[in-house]
């Protein structure tokens, strides 16, 4: 279960380069945030819980598996699923040079949208997402 303080969504992630968190100060939201060693996560990591087409629609295999832990995260207490692998990202919108949009759902609850970003730097990449019904501007 993850944290929360006066009804505010936290999520917390760490890797071993870093560690983070995201605080949503909007009562209500669920956001959900995860931070990764991209060398660590690897094409045969991330296709245990992925399919063949959202491996090939992902910008990297790095960028699929952390869209899918930041979605997993906020879908708490909404639509989230029992295992990762029950999510689908399937849309990628790139923002510029390693930053992309996306787009994820519940495979059993896709009412249940949820937008994210994605941002890569030479070591590290994190997630960032919150349900679609709540966007916020870039």
């Given at each position: 279960q993850p944290p929360t303080l006066n009804g505010l969504s936290i999520s917390i992630s760490h890797c071993t380069l870093a560690g983070g968190f995201v605080v949503c100060w909007t009562n209500g939201v669920q956001v959900g945030f995860d931070l990764e060693d991209v060398a660590r996560v690897t094409p045969a990591i991330v296709s245990r819980v992925s399919t063949a087409e959202e491996l090939s629609a992902a910008p990297t295999p790095a960028a699929l598996?952390?869209?899918?832990?930041?979605?997993?995260?906020?879908?708490?207490?909404?639509?989230?699923?029992?295992?990762?692998?029950?999510?689908?990202?399937?849309?990628?919108?790139?923002?510029?040079?390693?930053?992309?949009?996306?787009?994820?759902?519940?495979?059993?609850?896709?009412?249940?949208?949820?937008?994210?970003?994605?941002?890569?730097?030479?070591?590290?990449?994190?997630?960032?997402?919150?349900?679609?019904?709540?966007?916020?501007?870039?």
């Open positions: 598996w952390v869209a899918k832990e930041a979605t997993f995260k906020a879908l708490f207490k909404v639509a989230q699923p029992a295992v990762i692998g029950e999510l689908s990202v399937l849309r990628w919108t790139p923002i510029k040079d390693k930053i992309w949009r996306f787009y994820a759902c519940n495979r059993h609850h896709p009412t249940h949208e949820i937008e994210g970003v994605v941002d890569q730097t030479e070591n590290l990449i994190l997630g960032l997402a919150k349900l679609s019904s709540q966007l916020w501007s870039r």
